[in-house]
């Protein structure tokens, strides 16, 4: 922000305040004049080198009014070597700051400096310690009427508690430790309040996989079970719920966030090292979700794309990448309906948050390409160029009817430190109220300033937070506005409206985004994604899981956690490859292949739970001159499959020579992308009809023949017993009787005929051992096996 006249205007208080506090303007004394009262041999400390720590826990109320009486409370502890003795905690009033820089200033100063560190109140508002004992903290609390305290006009004092006492290196009184914050005093209200914009985020990491169970439910699997902790009683999301209903702010939530604790109502399972687990949350899910339903309700929401993607990292990185633009599209797309659904409010949609708020060109193109029209930035990105004497109002036009929605940089970054500790959060607060009520003195112009903090803020940050917007909402220089009326108020004339460029973009920001080769493997993912849903009958069994998936595969959270989204990118490209590869076609092994034409069966198996179609199997001969299939190079049929069954497709094939073919059988989409492996097999052509027609010929021919000799011997017998019959008619009679008992014994080798077969071949005759097996074996659906021979 502008700070060539950052002086706040004089606010008049009354009187009484005026003249009592009169004296303050003497803090602001050359430093030497402090220093001509230090007793000799006082030592100058360094910064950071004061023997006494003292830690502000408490201090309250945080802005105080007339009448009130400040209470501060706290520890000191003795770091040093030797005991300090005659010790006493006091507070110190130091000089009034007039500018936000002049905060900046006092917030960084560690040592005690004299005089401008301001005098003691004294008094009975002391507490004394008789002695300090090295590694001890000591608690204090001090409790002073704030017209003790001689405030005089209005604005931001400097306020120290500081730790006096002797060792015995050092047997005279000196400040050893000091802690200095601030002291917000607005006791009347402002002639003109400053319209403040909280955003209160409800976002967390990525947490849902693109696995779901077999069943018609489609059970979600989650990485782990986080997300049940952190929606738990204390736990973070718990607590920026808890604190946020309270709070006059505008929610800012990622739909992926509502879309997976609404996934944990139900079962869902959790990966793990031991497979996947049934999760526990559903208890603390239906009660989180049931509490924000009753916290939004009447409040405004801003619902981010869905799993809130990485747009500097889009815009640097994935825009020239195949599909990334129609990935964010459909991330807003689905936002808003998810909300409406789990929510029951109506959000807005209209907002972009690039990371920290920092844009470029590029940033603001991707941010606006999705269908946003408004660019939450931040004010140490967008800067003020101009010579404005106060800090702008938030919104300011940015050219193609975009609106960057400045937030405030000070106030936006009050509380990333480690707030575990009650003295920085204390610290926290208090600055947070110093710069805003320095930021409303300095015009008489009303203005809108929006808070914009870290995403994903700690449990303690959450509550640091919640107690300094609380302060401000009941301070008397401020009051809410919503964010979409903020965005709507008119501009500063003189405010930036320029985006810098992109090599103004932090380094520090750059180095943590998403690479092209994620982009890249993104849009694989999305490609194999696409082939896959031609084949099913439900596409919505896949579509949504992966298609949101991908979505967080572009997550903002994944920035510093480039191991954690390569593994995220990596299981989602693997279950996918395991759900293509239960559609495939069965291997199969050497095939024999006997006379001119047959037909081979080549199996596909389908293990999903849902029948798939618009599948093309086709089956190529590597050498059409010895086989063909179909009396072509290739031949091609449609494949349709039952969930969990085989189906066995058959091809007719010719062959005009002897020998091994290379068979390959490839599964094809219906719009020709192929489908999975291909299947490669052998068929050996063995060509031996004309020699098997000849065999049965010259056998037929010996059959006729043999035959003829046995009906030519019987008519020679014939003749010889005719010729023969001269005897008496009993004689012949006898003859003609054993005649014919020869004729019934014929069978019996002694009685054959000389030269006829031992084997008399009869129709009804059972199949004896050497009988001929047939050329082909019975055709059959099961995948084939060594020496498999086709049906003709």
Known sequence: MAEAAD????????ARRWFRRAGVLLTGAPLLAGLLQLPAGQPAYAAGSDPVVV?????T????????????SGTVTNKGKRTVTDAHVDLRVGQLLTTRSGIDDVAARTDYVPGADGTEIGGKYVEKFSKLTPGVAQPFTISVPVDKLDLGQDGVYQFGVSLSGETAAEPYEQVLGIQRTFLPWQPEEADTRTRTTVLWPLISTVHMTAETGPGEQQTPVFLNDDLATEISPGGRLDQLLTLGKDLDVTWVIDPDLLASVDAMIGTYGVQGADGTTPGTGQTVAKQWLAELQDAVAGKEVVALPFADPDLASIAHNGKNVTGTLSHLKSATD????????????????????????AVDPSIVKIATSAGADKVIARSDSLKETGDLPYTPSAARPIGGGTTAVVADTRLSTAFQGDMTNADGSTLAVQKFLAQSLTTTLQTNKQRTVVVAPQRMPSTSQAQTMAEAVTALQNANWSQSQELTATADTKPDPGATTKVPSASSYPATLRRHQLPQSAFAQIATTQDKLDNFKIILTDRTRVETPFGRAINREMATSWRGRSGAADSFRGGVKSYLDELTDQVKLIEKSETKLSGGSATIPVTVQNNLVQPVDNLVLRVTSTNPTRLKIADEDYQEQPV?????????????????????????????????????????FDVKVTEFTAMVMLVIGGGFLLLVLAGLR????????????EESGDGPEDEATDETDGADRNDENHGSPENRPQGESDTVLRADAPEQPSDPTPDTAPESADPSGTGERVDR
Do not use: C
């Open 61 to 72: 109320p945080s802005a105080p009014t007339d009448g009130d009486t400040l209470t501060v």
């Open 334 to 357: 689905v936002a808003a309906s998810t909300v409406e659904t789990i929510l029951h409010v109506t959000p807005s949609t209209d907002f972009a948050w690039p990371v920290n708020g």
């Open 55 to 59: 830690s502000v826990d408490t201090l």
């Open 7 to 14: 002086f706040p205007r004089l606010t008049t208080s009354p």
């Open 710 to 721: 046995m009906y030519t011997q019987r008519k020679r017998a014939a003749a010889r017993t």
């Open 640 to 680: 349709e499959v039952s969930g969990g069954h085989s189906q066995s497709v058959k091809f007719t094939t010719s062959s005009n020579a002897n020998g091994p073919v290379t068979v390959i059988a490839q599964l094809y989409t219906k719009d020709g992308q192929k489908y999975g492996p291909a299947v490669t």
